[in-house]
């Protein structure tokens, strides 16, 4: 059997038929349905890219020292996490991480991958390509004396936007602890929390100072409109990151050097996130409302890029109201059957496409 053939058929693909009803609206199509950036990449970004343009040699695997030194000071400034630069590796876009990082631990079919009951598919994904079992709980102790090999979190969540608060996630990270597990901590969307603060796994309020079995997860593709520059880094417990480091040599997973230069200075810079932080909240201010006009519920949403809204009908009955409107969204099923009745709407749509999603549900 091939690999793809084990999988899940790709979620947007059964989008098809709610994109072209929604593109035939007279206004045409607001694409609310993946959260890609649409904003430009800050210049910061781009000049050091350029300038690291004439990149003959192979590039470090574990990134240049500037990075892994821009890596460790990014969580000690903005998630009060004390790293060492050797304890931060880079990765090809944060989704690659997630999709190998079973693998890249070793785990297999005699391991437990435990994700959340609403997640990101692809959580799942990795677990099934190293041929693990999984659970998708959010209670941990309904596992009994199941002892799991990784155990995923993400707050803020995606789709949800629900935020855990520090001792929610110091019990879940205490209690993987005691079962020998890895904890991956998912945090990607963490610059943009508009109802709670989220907080880091490696925050010594989680960790309790120590950085034992703990993994966190960071993406500059939403913070810095970098996605299409694959530039992410996960950093935490020294061992486990040098365990990774040494595979990821061997399987030539290396982030070209131009982008390792780009990260470095975006990594230090708070200016253009706060920037684009700003144009998040104004297009949530406008589309939270014209939901709510239409008959939707807005649920949790604390944080990150997406409003999680329900009807209390089948989430793939919303998808085609919306695409009646024109408005194209993802139906709650992609993140898990305990998603079903409700709807995943994304703020990365430019101005102009958010306000006409919004004029049309207010007309």
Known sequence: MSLAAGLPDFPWDTLAAAKARAAAHPDG??????????????????????????????????????????????LARRWGATVPPAAALPVIGTKELVAWLPTLLGLGPEDLV??????????????????????????????GDERPALVWLNS????????????????????????GAVVASDECYGEFGWEAEPVSVLHPSVSGGDHH??????????????????AGFVAGDPALVAELLAVRK?????VPRPVQDAMTVLLADDAHVAEQRARYAARRQ????????AGFRVEHSEAGLYLWATRDEDGRDSVELLAGHGVLVAPGD???????????VALTATDERVGAAARRLLG
Not at 44 to 51: E, F, I, M, N
Not at 115 to 143: E, I, K, Q
Not at 213 to 230: M, P, T
Not at 334 to 344: D, I, M, N
Request: aromatic residues 6%; charged residues 15%; hydrophobic residues 40%.
């Open 156 to 179: 803020p969540s995606n789709p949800t936007g629900e935020v855990l608060a520090p001792a929610v996630l110091a019990e879940r990270v205490a209690w993987a602890r005691e079962r």
């Open 250 to 254: 061997h399987a030539g997973m290396i």
């Open 114 to 143: 435990v994700l959340p009951t609403t997640a990101y598919p692809t959580y799942l994904v990795g677990a099934t390509m190293a041929g693990c079992r999984t659970r998708a709980v959010d209670d941990l102790s309904v596992l």
């Open 334 to 344: 992609f993140y898990g059957t305990a998603a079903g009745r409700h709807v995943r």
């Open 286 to 293: 406008v589309l939270r409302p014209a939901l709510e006009a």
């Open 29 to 74: 199509l607001v694409d609310l349905s993946v959260g890609t950036p649409v904003d430009p990449t800050p210049a910061l970004g781009r000049q050091a890219l350029a300038g690291a343009a004439d990149s003959p040699g192979y590039p470090q695997t574990a990134g240049t020292p500037e990075l892994r030194d821009a890596m460790a000071g990014y």
């Open 213 to 230: 079995g703990l993994l966190a997860l960071h993406s500059l593709s939403k913070r810095s409109n970098l996605a299409g520059y694959r």
